[in-house]
């Protein structure tokens, strides 16, 4: 075997195995939504708005953005977690991606994200405006449902307590 390639198939291994237990059980008792805020000098505030397990790398939402000084409707970056091909897929490359018409009935071009490193989100990124109605439905909804893919496989994500967490990270944004 060549040197260097255990490393790629390893990461195929354990991404595929990962994502597709996350998939399959979503179970998510352990996931908390939350927003983390940083002063990134006197004028500018970047926040992160998360779906994640508390102090470990295992998120399977974020969302992040920089103060926007009141300027309009900033654009927000958004990664939701998702079992992708890793065989077919690259990172940055376009994917098939739709909310549940009953979430939300909006088309959102998605990019597979696939992180170099091997840790962290595995999914697609969107790029959402903060007076996005996307995130109306993220404070008041139940769930959020979402197909990655031509598959059947869906990821439902709870939005239960997201109101005021959402709140936040939006005052952020668009401040």
Request: glycine share 6%.
């Amino acid at each position: 075997m060549a040197k260097g390639t255990i490393k790629p198939i390893l990461l195929v291994m354990a991404s595929a195995v990962v994502l597709s237990g996350a998939a399959q059980a979503q179970s998510f008792d352990e996931f908390e939504w939350f927003v983390t805020v940083r002063d990134l000098n006197k004028y500018t505030k970047e926040a992160t708005l998360n779906f994640a397990v508390p102090e470990t790398d295992f998120v399977m939402a974020s969302a992040w953005c920089r103060s926007s000084f009141g300027l309009g409707d900033v654009a927000i970056g958004l990664q939701l977690a998702a079992d992708l091909d890793l065989e077919t897929v690259e990172n940055g490359q376009p994917v098939y991606f739709r909310f549940d018409p009953s979430f939300s009935q909006e088309n959102y071009n998605a990019l597979a994200v696939i992180p170099e490193s091997g840790e962290g989100l595995y999914g697609v990124a969107l790029e959402v405006p903060a007076a996005d109605p996307l995130w109306q439905s993220m404070k008041m909804e139940g769930s959020m449902t979402y197909l990655v893919g031509m598959e059947d496989d869906t990821m439902t994500l709870p939005l239960t307590g997201t109101y005021h967490v959402i709140d936040e990270f939006l005052k952020v944004c668009i401040s």
